[in-house]
């Protein structure tokens, strides 16, 4: 009598996994069937497509004093906020550490962390545009509040890794809190630090180059013009440098870390 | 090690060259932040109205607009359209560029250096920008705001699925091999037993992201909330506003917590 | 003089890990306390400079109370007390040095804690200090750099060089071989004697205790079953703190 053989379910009970599976689809189909789709004007656009490409190619770079600011700006952007986040960022996980502070703080800390890195970066934007005006300094103020957060989120999880024994060690010298900090926990997390600022730079670089949509300065506002007025050409050449800045940024970024480790 | 004058030994952390090295690199990191602080041009009079221009807008926004609240309904099932289809659409086109940009799966040199372009482009052009470009060939509208959410996840997707595969056990994939199993099934037992929790769990990842990334495509018009948000703006509906961005809290919240929840089921 | 009476304390988990112990350490001699992992040697240690906080009882040096000082005057008492740890607990990262001297950090401000410019006195004592345990010349290796007999070096220097009252010790040779041991215990020991301070040492290894002690306290399940000189620790006095099987089963 030959017996038959069922590979067991991953899930608590068998019908589980079926049902999740078709609970995903049916999400799926929900998806396609209630996306808002124009036909016409996607037939529309379509048909343009050559005449579009026509005018993207050779892409124009002879516009090179507006490259140039728009590119200088969103560096500035970029390493100002890293800068200001990094500053901002160290006592925030501090407070956002779960070995480190009481319970009602490390919650208070958690929560600025979470909300912090919720919002779309385009959103903080906007409202920080309307408080302090179109420009790169505003752009810098709302890289700084998202640099905060996730600079914040990830050196918390670092600090909650480190070894307590050398902090017990320096308390039973009878040091103070804040000597413990700097002897205890500052060099088990130092190379952290460094290696996380230098990412947030090169996340930054990223970012710098969207938030000019809403006014918030760098190489974006750029591209946004020159998608508004049709320039093809000079919008493909911003994008062939938006690509090169990020990747030129990520090597930098990569080497300089390589380097810390 | 010589004695001062009052026996004592002197120590220092770090050598006088040590310590002029670690000056000037502080000193340099501090002379550029300045010049770039002062090159980007703080209007200190507009910053120091920053927290009043904040709290006046604060005060604008709440308490929210509780009654617009039904007509955000379909802008936020088109938010979730938008990223949903994008990452199932970056999904499937990212599984054979993944395959090519595997150095132990890809089948020659020219396959895989293409596949390394598609991910570097795909990656280094944020949604919003790929949203720009794709409102000229299809229109403004939730397909732009789609295809752009698929174009910047492929390189994601396909980068992380690549070292996914790059990661998997030759022995195992050898010991299928030796059973004289067919390509194809040394792939089903072999490989995707390996990949797949990987290729989940980047995948759910990456539609939280996507959720968040969709809630402001609409700004440039490509689809969703975001379009919404902007109407309110510039209409400037501050408690719409104040409503709109606690909802876009609230929904990324949530797909955060079920991206959670989802992929530690999976792994 | 160490005064330790009716010591209690369970943690947060529900471990019951002292149940009252009562004991006085006067003179200048080493104490050990032995007794089965879990029995709360540790946790008696750290009671006395209450980096675990007892739930009950009372510690006092040299007449101070110390359960009863606030979070600064703890600080002032800890730094009489030197503390010896089982995983060296130095900072990896910092060097030997840095690791000597953060034993002063009770003593300097915290901006030249900071950049790292102790009072020469301190300088030079923390020299003295590696001079004594044996690391003549080892002041700028990283901790992380040195065996493991040499970072309880670096550890014993930097309770030293606190100039304490008191040495707490809590399993110093449990990461080290056996004959790193010896020279280790033998050199805590030593420099405690030559500075006319006593010290109460957790071991978990009798023979090692024999060796050196001229008291030892048993400790089982959170009380003191045993308090007298190595002579006077027999069989039976062993079986009441190790259990009979366990102890059966060890030799
Ligand atoms: N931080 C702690 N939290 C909870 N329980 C602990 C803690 N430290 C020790 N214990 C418990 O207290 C008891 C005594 O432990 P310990 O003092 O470390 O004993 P010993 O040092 O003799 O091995 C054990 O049951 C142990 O599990
Ligand atoms: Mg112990």
Redesign the interface.
């Known amino acids: 009598m030959a017996r038959a053989w069922q590979r067991p379910s991953p899930w608590p009970h068998p019908w589980m996994g079926p049902a999740a599976w078709t609970l995903g689809l049916a ?2 189909a929900w ?2 069937v ?5 036909p016409a ?2 037939a ?3 048909g343009r ?1 050559g005449t ?1 490409l026509a005018r993207a190619v050779p892409p124009d770079f002879s516009r090179t004093g507006l490259i140039a600011s728009g590119v ?2 969103s560096i ?2 970029a ?2 906020s890293t ?1 200001l986040g990094v500053l901002l960022g160290i006592p925030v996980a501090v407070l956002a550490a779960r070995n480190v502070v009481a319970l009602p703080v490390y919650a208070g800390g958690r929560g600025v962390v ?2 912090g890195r ?3 970066e ?2 903080l934007a ?3 545009v ?4 179109f ?3 505003a752009g ?2 709302t890289l700084t509040v998202g640099a905060v957060a996730s600079f914040a989120k990830l050196l918390a999880e670092q600090i909650e890794t480190i070894d307590r024994g050398p902090i017990e060690a320096i308390r039973a010298t009878g040091a103070s809190r804040g000597a413990v900090l700097i002897y205890g926990v500052l060099p088990q997390v130092l190379p952290r630090i460094i290696g996380l600022s230098i990412y947030q730079w090169d996340v930054h670089l ?2 710098s ?2 938030i000019g ?2 006014g918030a ?1 760098g190489i ?1 506002a750029t ?2 013009n020159a ?1 508004a007025r049709y320039d ?1 050409d000079f919008a493909l050449a911003i ?1 062939i440098i ?2 090169a800045i ?2 030129v940024g990520e090597g930098v970024s990569a080497a300089a870390r390589a380097k810390v480790q | ?1 010589g004695d ?1 004058a ?8 770090y050598s006088p060259a040590q310590t002029a090295a670690r000056w000037s690199a502080e000193l340099a ?1 501090a002379v ?2 300045a010049l ?2 002062w ?5 200190w009079e ?2 120091a ?2 927290p009043a ?2 709290g006046d ?1 604060l005060g604008r926004m709440l308490p929210p607009e509780w009654a617009f609240a039904g007509s955000l309904l379909h802008p936020l ?2 938010t ?3 990223a ?2 994008g990452t ?1 659409g970056a999904i499937v086109l990212s599984l054979p560029i993944a395959f090519f940009a595997a150095l132990n799966t890809t089948p020659g040199r020219v396959a895989y250096a293409l596949a390394r372009v598609v991910i ?2 795909s ?4 949604t ?2 790929w949203a ?2 794709f409102i ?4 403004p ?3 732009a705001g ?1 295809l752009a959410v698929a174009m910047r996840s492929i390189g994601f997707l396909a980068k992380l699925f690549a070292e996914g595969i790059e990661e998997i056990d030759r022995g195992q994939v050898e010991a299928v091999t030796a059973t004289g199993a067919s390509r194809l099934a040394t792939l089903l037992y072999g490989i995707v037993p390996q990949v797949k929790p990987v290729f989940l769990g980047v995948s759910i990842y990456r539609w939280d992201i996507n959720i ?2 969709s ?2 495509l609409g ?2 018009g490509a ?1 969703g909330i ?1 379009f919404t ?1 902007n109407d309110a ?1 510039l209409g400037l509906e501050w408690a719409r506003v104040g409503l709109i ?1 606690l909802v ?2 609230a929904v ?2 949530l797909s ?1 917590a079920v991206s959670a929840l989802a992929r530690r089921r999976v792994t | 003089m160490l005064e330790v009476s009716g010591l209690e304390k369970t943690y947060p988990t529900g471990d019951h890990a002292l149940r009252g112990v009562s004991f006085t350490v006067e003179g200048r001699d080493a104490v050990f306390v032995i007794g089965p992992s879990g029995a709360g040697k540790s946790t008696l240690l750290r009671c006395v400079n209450r980096l675990v906080e007892p739930d009950r009882g009372v510690v006092r040096l040299d007449g101070l109370d110390v359960t009863a000082l606030d979070t600064r005057a703890l600080r002032a008492a800890r730094r009489r007390m030197g503390m010896i740890f089982q995983e060296f607990n130095l900072v990896e990262r910092l ?1 030997v ?2 690791n000597v001297l953060s034993g002063r950090l009770g003593y300097v401000g915290l901006w030249p804690a900071w950049r ?1 410019r ?1 009072p ?2 301190d ?2 004592a ?2 003295r200090t590696l001079a004594r345990v044996g690391l003549e010349g080892f ?1 700028n290796k990283r901790a992380d750099e040195l065996s493991g007999g040499q970072r309880q070096r670096v550890g014993i220097a930097r309770a030293l060089v606190q100039r304490p009252q008191i040495l707490l010790v809590d399993e110093p040779t449990s990461s080290l071989d056996p004959r790193t041991s010896e020279t280790v215990m033998a050199l805590i020991t030593g420099l405690a004697a030559e500075d006319g301070i006593p010290a109460l040492v957790n071991i978990h290894d009798v023979p090692l205790a024999r060796a050196f002690a001229r008291r030892i306290i048993g400790l089982a399940a959170g009380r003191i079953v045993f308090d007298g000189p190595p002579a006077m620790l027999d069989e039976p006095a062993l079986e009441k703190i190790y259990g009979a099987r366990l102890h059966e089963a060890n030799a």
Do not use: C
């Open positions: 999400f799926l998806n396609v209630s996306l808002d789709v124009d004007r996607v529309r656009g379509l497509l579009v200088i700006e500035e952007i390493t100002l800068v979470t909300l919720t919002l779309h385009l959103i906007i409202i920080i309307k408080a302090v005006g420009g790169p300094l810098v103020l990223r970012h180059t969207i949509i809403v300065g974006g591209l946004y998608f093809y994008l938006i690509v990020v990747l | 090690m001062t009052v026996g004592a030994r002197v120590w220092r952390r990191l550029v932040t770039m602080l090159h980007v041009g703080v209007r507009y910053l109205d920053a221009q904040v807008l099932a088109q979730i359209n938008i949903t289809l199932a570097v482009v990656r280094s052009v944020d919003l920008i720009l470009v000229i060939v299809v229109g509208g939730s397909l789609t968040r990334e809630t402001v700004l440039v689809g975001g948000l703006i961005i876009v809290l990324v919240l955060e | 060097t040095m840095e790292r102790f020469p006195d300088v030079e923390a020299y002041e």
